[in-house]
């Protein structure tokens, strides 16, 4: 495992901000724009082949507010890497990978509904696990709680208000 | 087998009274309750776990055909009483109020499980804390999951609930 992963060190650092390793898995940070190479790097190289997920993570307090995250697996080499970005809360843009990963289109689908994160390059960005009509993105951290946006009328006697006056 | 008494006469010989049951009396809200209530036919909406402890107890060991609502109708226009069996979500909730709609009277609308009964645990922007927000429920059975008794305890409260209620033959709308 050590020897890819120093293999995999010498070949991103050019593109890599910082690289370390966390429960076996080597974490790769990078600028947004490094991405197309950075995946390209890995595939091509070092025969990173699967796309495992695409998700994001909310840090309300940071300036440049959220993380996007992807996991690839090598079949070959049998490790995972960790490739991490940061983008801003006004332009949260990143480049899409579903011309090398087929499978990038529906995480990305999730990844935009869940976190509102546009994925360059994903022409089908619909909402995959919420309906249509739903407003915001309900794993950001600034959304409250018991934010429901019930599709059917609630019967008499029941208020959206006793629930959404918990926020 | 025959211990010697003579057989109860279904026809008369030739007066025109027999010993056989001609007419009974009795309510016929009381009728209607005490047929109704053994031949509940469950539509089950299964959306989640719950649905294990639903095989359970619609199984051999546990058996609702003691209480004459062990078949269960896939269709709603068939079926008189909705288990709602595990959690709805909002993007749910337009069907299962489709199939409520879809069945006819009388029904009776069971809540199966924490899920279906307040939305348990989940208190977020995805589940429906508990589908008496969107269609009327008439018992409410706890647990996560429920134990098959407790599910038989709730078919015996449906049970008697029908039984007190009233069953208009001729209604407004008919």
């Not at chain 1, 697996?73 to 087929?102: A, K």
């Not at chain 2, 489709?98 to 069971?110: A, F, H, L, T």
């Amino acid at each position: 495992m050590a020897a890819i992963f120093d293999a995999l060190r010498s070949q991103l650092e050019r593109l890599a901000t910082v690289m370390s390793v966390a429960h076996g898995v080597l974490v790769v940070e990078i600028p947004p724009s490094a991405l197309a190479e950075t995946v390209q790097a890995l595939k091509l190289n070092f025969g990173f082949d699967m796309l495992l997920d695409v998700t994001a993570i909310d840090w309300p307090q940071r300036e440049q507010r959220f993380d996007v995250v992807w996991h690839f697996y090598s079949t070959q080499h049998r490790v995972r890497v960790r490739v991490r970005t940061q983008v801003g809360e006004s332009d949260p843009v990143v480049d899409s990978l579903t011309r090398q990963y087929g499978s990038a289109a529906f995480l990305e689908r999730e990844c935009h509904e869940m976190y509102g994160i546009r994925f360059n390059g994903n022409s089908d960005l619909r909402p995959i696990l919420l309906y249509e009509g739903f407003v915001g993105y309900p794993l950001r951290k600034d959304y409250p709680k018991l934010g429901e946006q019930p599709l059917v009328k609630y019967r008499e006697g029941f208020d959206l208000a006793d629930r959404t006056g918990e926020r | 087998m025959n211990s010697g008494r003579a057989p109860i006469p279904i026809t008369p010989a030739g007066g025109s009274k027999s010993a056989a049951f001609e007419y009974l009396t009795t309510k016929k809200d009381e009728l209607c309750g005490w047929a109704r209530k053994f031949s509940l036919f469950p539509y089950p909406f299964v959306t989640a776990c719950c649905a294990m402890e639903f095989m359970s107890v619609s199984s051999t060991p546990y058996d609702t055909d003691r209480f004459g609502a062990a078949l269960p109708r896939f269709s709603p226009r068939q079926s008189d009483l909705l288990m709602v069996v595990g959690t709805v979500t909002h993007k749910q909730a337009p069907i299962l109020v489709k199939v409520y709609e879809q069945m006819c009277e009388p029904k009776w609308v069971m809540a199966f499980g924490v899920c279906a009964t307040s939305g348990g645990f989940y208190q977020n922007y995805a589940a429906v804390a508990g589908i008496d927000r969107i269609i009327p429920v008439d018992v409410y059975i706890p647990g996560c999951p429920p134990r098959p008794e407790t599910v038989i305890d709730g078919i015996m409260q449906l049970q008697d609930k029908i039984a007190r209620e009233k069953h208009a033959i001729l209604t407004k709308d008919f």
